[in-house]
């Protein structure tokens, strides 16, 4: 029986890999004159957390640049940089995902339900307050808990561990994570969890590795999860 469900947040409870991308890109564009396209940002670096990152879009530009040299005190600040930008965008709309408003209270009502993403507390905090859902999840785990984020599973080994303290004798395995990129499922696979994987973000190929694949929220419900996976 499935006992809890651990959300990805980015492309699963909001469209916010557009922003992210934006964000991104102001910095590296500032800091390293270094620019790509959404399809890049989609295919090389999408499921990344903000350290992780920068540092992928630095090395992988790096025969490109004069200056190429990303020290922990320039990635602190890009970080940090990268948030303000991020908030200035999300406060110029930020779309849900199709079907999330209503299912998200229906999963609670039925159950815990946490949040396991490589995004920071921050930019988290912020989509959920444009979203009126601040005091919706049980349990919030972000890039800022962990030292290494997805695909590593501590991510989620650390959302089951927090939903183990509210339910006894919580398995990985009586949990669901809902996840749009191949990082975040192998994440989830990991650390033992049953994968639902979503097509908000990237192809179904690319989520081969989820235990079922469905397109968005629209129409699901909790019992067709526990058809599923229980």
Known sequence: MIRAIVFDFDGIIADTEPLHYEAFLRIVKRNFDISFSYDDYLRDYVGFDDRDGFRAMVESNASKQTTTTLD????????????????????????????????????????????????????????????????????????????????????????????????????????????????????ARAAGLHVLGMTTTTQAIALHRAHRVIQNFEGLTVEQLQQWFG
């Open 72 to 187: 922990t005190p320039m990635l602190v600040s890009m970080i940090a940089d990268k948030a303000r930008e991020f908030e200035a965008i999300v406060a110029e709309g930020v779309t849900p995902i199709a079907g999330v408003l209503d299912f998200v209270p229906q999963a609670k009502a039925a159950m815990p339900i946490a949040i396991a993403s490589g995004a920071c507390r921050a930019d988290i905090d912020v989509i959920l307050q444009a979203l009126n859902q601040t005091d919706t999840f049980t349990d919030i785990v972000s890039a800022d808990d962990v030292a290494r984020s997805k695909p590593d599973p501590e991510t989620y080994r650390q959302a089951v561990a927090l939903l183990a303290k509210r339910l006894p004798d919580l398995q990985p395995s009586h949990c669901v994570a809902i996840e749009d990129t191949a990082g975040g499922i192998e994440s």
